[in-house]
């Protein structure tokens, strides 16, 4: 039976036959080579490693495979499944440095094969490989990622430690050539100096001194080699906004400002931004492990939000980014879902009180009413300020007590957090004020702090929340009511706390007829709650009685949704990948350091005994 593909008759081939027919498509291309690349380079690290796998039958299928060197040596064997495993990644998310890394790799993979092995099938299969990166080579195109010189460092310790761990394989990995019973320590010792390119305690029978020796030397150079590359290729140095991008960014906000909460918190300046080309809106966004994370809605005019998601996913194409946005509006996500095809997920609430219904009488307010009373009746008196109108002493007091009773090492924000306290240009912002008198605290006075940030005219969101240890429990409350009663003075009709993940969930779940799934559900949160506060930080927004505003995280696929979760947490600050702590500050003594978000209250015990 034969078959026919004709133009005009194509409906009648089986859709099986015409993808095999057609090959792959285009946009798979860069995800097939980077996954072959990866299964070449684990034979040939196994190939390299264990002198049975290069005898068996799977090697004499793994020899014919692109890019395997395994005849030649094992240290080359070792060297090109290294290199294939560091280029597979690259290659998937269409980068063009491994696509240009891969064709050269590839000829001499294929030239090893001819010569050494004179395998003319090897050689076509690996010539076949490169033809397909040629042809599709618009497919790699993708821009390099931010990074700094710091990376090398990184690399020298992660290839570093990984060479140690795979030298320790190799040196163990012929046990009937070893001469005597070296320890582990000795084996150890023979790893770093192989590594160096020296002879180690470690003896052999046979030719198996050379084949552990070249392959200790061919880890030890790789690591080297990559490292010096890292170290001195070019800087491509994270987006961060630029004093004419803050200064347009503040017009659209005078402008639009009162539309979303966290309009506002675009003003950090560890973030990029995207201008439409209008001029008319922007969306600003921070890169994290290869996640475009934009925050909140677009800042400016509403008709003008589609030039600048446009240009954002232009953006993110550009460099292969997954695109996402973390704590946009419904408005926002309905936007967001329409122009770009991306779906939207309901993440959470955000509490918003309207100053005018706010109260302290009546029964839903007792605990909160009879908590600043007690801590009122202890001493404790306010003062809720714009920041234009404190000294500068005063100020100054502020940002070194913030910085000193912030809870963690490592500082929290993105989405909802400044990273500043008293910038020229932040007049507007709000500071309330716990005092005591404290003849031994270095801060006089000074107890607890409450930073807001504008919400346009007419409102204000709460973006930080720090206190000294040794005040009185409930500092949070006293200073959220202080603000709240002092709201009408400074023109505030609307007042934005805190952030609830999931709140949704966990006041359904604890109601009667809640089904045993959202039970669940609910559950799985009160355990996690017992490091990110989920619980905690919804009953603690709760005592004031706000109304909740949904906020949503808008996403390509699904199966991006771990990976944009690990970026949101890395950029909220909930997961490290840093450097040593004396490293860290001396790189922070060159750049600003940002303010902790205002997610958890990580400072304030009281929250979590509310």
Same mark, same amino acid.
């Given at each position: 039976?034969?078959?026919?593909?004709?133009?005009?008759?194509?409906?009648?081939?089986?859709?099986?036959?015409?993808?095999?027919?057609?090959?792959?498509?285009?946009?798979?291309?860069?995800?097939?080579?980077?996954?072959?690349?990866?299964?070449?380079?684990?034979?040939?690290?196994?190939?390299?490693?264990?002198?049975?796998?290069?005898?068996?039958?799977?090697?004499?299928?793994?020899?014919?495979?692109?890019?395997?060197?395994?005849?030649?040596?094992?240290?080359?064997?070792?060297?090109?499944?290294?290199?294939?495993?560091?280029?597979?990644?690259?290659?998937?998310?269409?980068?063009?440095?491994?696509?240009?890394?891969?064709?050269?790799?590839?000829?001499?993979?294929?030239?090893?094969?001819?010569?050494?092995?004179?395998?003319?099938?090897?050689?076509?299969?690996?010539?076949?490989?490169?033809?397909?990166?040629?042809?599709?080579?618009?497919?790699?195109?993708?821009?390099?990622?931010?990074?700094?010189?710091?990376?090398?460092?990184?690399?020298?310790?992660?290839?570093?430690?990984?060479?140690?761990?795979?030298?320790?394989?190799?040196?163990?990995?012929?046990?009937?050539?070893?001469?005597?019973?070296?320890?582990?320590?000795?084996?150890?010792?023979?790893?770093?100096?192989?590594?160096?390119?020296?002879?180690?305690?470690?003896?052999?029978?046979?030719?198996?001194?050379?084949?552990?020796?070249?392959?200790? &030397?061919?880890?030890?150079?790789?690591?080297?080699?990559?490292?010096?590359?890292?170290?001195?290729?070019?800087?491509?140095?994270?987006?961060?906004?630029?004093?004419?991008?803050?200064?347009?960014?503040?017009?659209?906000?005078?402008?639009?400002?009162?539309?979303?909460?966290?309009?506002?918190?675009?003003?950090?300046?560890?973030?990029?931004?995207?201008?439409? #080309?209008?001029?008319?809106?922007?969306?600003?966004?921070?890169?994290?492990?290869?996640?475009?994370?934009?925050?909140?809605?677009?800042?400016?005019?509403?008709?003008?939000?589609?030039?600048?998601?446009?240009?954002?996913?232009?953006?993110?194409?550009?460099?292969?980014?997954?695109?996402?946005?973390? &704590?946009?509006?419904?408005?926002?996500?309905?936007?967001?879902?329409?122009?770009?095809?991306?779906?939207?997920?309901?993440?959470?609430?955000?509490?918003?009180?309207?100053?005018?219904?706010?109260?302290?009488?009546?029964?839903?307010?007792?605990?909160?009413?009879?908590?600043?009373?007690?801590?009122?009746?202890? &001493?404790?008196?306010?003062?809720?300020?714009?920041?234009?109108?404190?000294?500068?002493?005063?100020?100054?007091?502020?940002?070194?007590?913030?910085?000193?009773?912030?809870?963690?090492?490592?500082?929290?924000?993105?989405?909802?957090?400044?990273?500043?306290?008293?910038?020229?240009?932040?007049?507007?912002?709000?500071?309330?004020?716990?005092?005591?008198?404290?003849?031994?605290?270095?801060?006089?006075?000074?107890?607890?702090?409450?930073?807001?940030?504008?919400?346009?005219?007419?409102?204000?969101?709460?973006?930080?929340?720090?206190?000294?240890?040794?005040?009185?429990? &409930?500092?949070?409350?006293?200073?959220?009511?202080?603000?709240?009663?002092?709201?009408?003075?400074?023109?505030?009709?609307?007042?934005?706390?805190?952030?609830?993940?999931?709140?949704?969930?966990?006041?359904?779940?604890?109601?009667?007829?809640?089904?045993?799934?959202?039970?669940?559900?609910?559950?799985?949160?009160?355990?996690?709650?017992?490091?990110?506060?989920?619980?905690?930080?919804?009953?603690?927004?709760?005592?004031?009685?706000?109304?909740?505003?949904?906020?949503?995280?808008?996403?390509?696929?699904?199966?991006?949704?771990?990976?944009?979760?690990?970026?949101?947490?890395?950029?909220?600050?909930?997961?490290?990948?840093?450097?040593?702590? #004396?490293?860290?500050?001396?790189?922070?003594?060159?750049?600003?350091?940002?303010?902790?978000?205002?997610?958890?209250?990580?400072?304030?015990?009281?929250?979590?005994?509310?």
């Amino acid at each position: 039976m034969s078959v026919t593909v004709d133009g005009d008759k194509s409906g009648s081939v089986p859709v099986r036959v015409r993808r095999i027919l057609r090959g792959p498509r285009p946009e798979k291309v860069p995800s097939l080579v980077g996954t072959a690349c990866t299964l070449i380079g684990l034979i040939d690290i196994a190939a390299g490693v264990f002198p049975r796998f290069r005898a068996s039958r799977m090697h004499a299928v793994a020899e014919i495979l692109p890019g395997t060197l395994g005849p030649l040596s094992a240290a080359l064997s070792l060297s090109a499944g290294v290199l294939l495993l560091l280029l597979a990644h690259g290659l998937k998310r269409h980068k063009r440095r491994a696509w240009r890394a891969a064709v050269v790799l590839l000829p001499l993979g294929a030239a090893a094969q001819f010569v050494w092995r004179h395998s003319v099938l090897g050689a076509l299969l690996s010539l076949a490989l490169l033809a397909l990166l040629l042809r599709h080579r618009d497919q790699f195109a993708a821009l390099p990622d931010p990074r700094s010189r710091w990376k090398a460092l990184a690399n020298f310790v992660l290839m570093g430690a990984g060479s140690i761990l795979l030298g320790l394989i190799i040196v163990s990995a012929h046990p009937r050539r070893v001469i005597g019973s070296p320890s582990l320590t000795d084996r150890l010792e023979h790893v770093l100096y192989g590594l160096l390119g020296f002879e180690g305690p470690v003896g052999y029978t046979g030719n198996v001194d050379w084949t552990v020796g070249y392959s200790l &030397g061919a880890l030890g150079m790789l690591t080297a080699l990559t490292t010096i590359y890292l170290a001195f290729r070019p800087e491509h140095p994270a987006a961060r906004l630029t004093e004419d991008d803050e200064t347009r960014l503040r017009a659209l906000l005078d402008k639009h400002g009162a539309r979303d909460s966290l309009g506002h918190f675009a003003l950090r300046r560890d973030k990029g931004v995207v201008f439409s #080309p209008s001029g008319k809106a922007a969306v600003c966004y921070r890169v994290v492990s290869g996640v475009m994370l934009a925050s909140g809605d677009p800042i400016g005019d509403v008709e003008a939000w589609p030039g600048a998601i446009d240009r954002f996913m232009d953006e993110a194409k550009a460099h292969s980014w997954t695109p996402a946005v973390m &704590g946009c509006s419904e408005t926002g996500g309905e936007v967001w879902t329409r122009e770009t095809g991306l779906d939207a997920l309901e993440l959470g609430d955000e509490a918003v009180v309207d100053v005018a219904d706010f109260s302290l009488s009546g029964r839903a307010m007792r605990n909160v009413r009879q908590m600043v009373k007690r801590i009122e009746r202890n &001493g404790y008196t306010t003062k809720v300020r714009r920041v234009r109108d404190l000294s500068d002493g005063e100020l100054a007091r502020v940002r070194r007590a913030a910085a000193d009773w912030r809870g963690t090492d490592t500082e929290r924000g993105f989405s909802m957090a400044l990273g500043r306290i008293g910038d020229p240009g932040d007049g507007d912002a709000v500071i309330a004020t716990a005092h005591k008198e404290d003849p031994d605290s270095p801060y006089g006075d000074l107890k607890a702090i409450i930073h807001f940030v504008p919400w346009g005219a007419d409102g204000m969101s709460l973006e930080l929340m720090r206190r000294d240890r040794s005040a009185d429990p &409930g500092m949070n409350e006293l200073l959220i009511v202080a603000a709240l009663q002092n709201s009408p003075r400074l023109g505030i009709d609307r007042v934005s706390l805190n952030f609830a993940m999931f709140r949704s969930a966990l006041a359904r779940g604890e109601k009667i007829g809640a089904g045993p799934v959202l039970r669940v559900w609910r559950g799985l949160l009160v355990f996690l709650s017992r490091w990110f506060q989920i619980e905690s930080l919804y009953k603690f927004n709760a005592k004031f009685q706000p109304r909740w505003e949904p906020r949503f995280v808008v996403y390509r696929k699904s199966r991006d949704l771990p990976r944009i979760g690990f970026a949101a947490m890395q950029a909220e600050g909930f997961v490290t990948l840093e450097l040593p702590r #004396p490293l860290a500050r001396r790189r922070s003594a060159a750049q600003p350091r940002p303010c902790a978000h205002i997610v958890t209250p990580r400072t304030d015990h009281e929250a979590r005994a509310a």
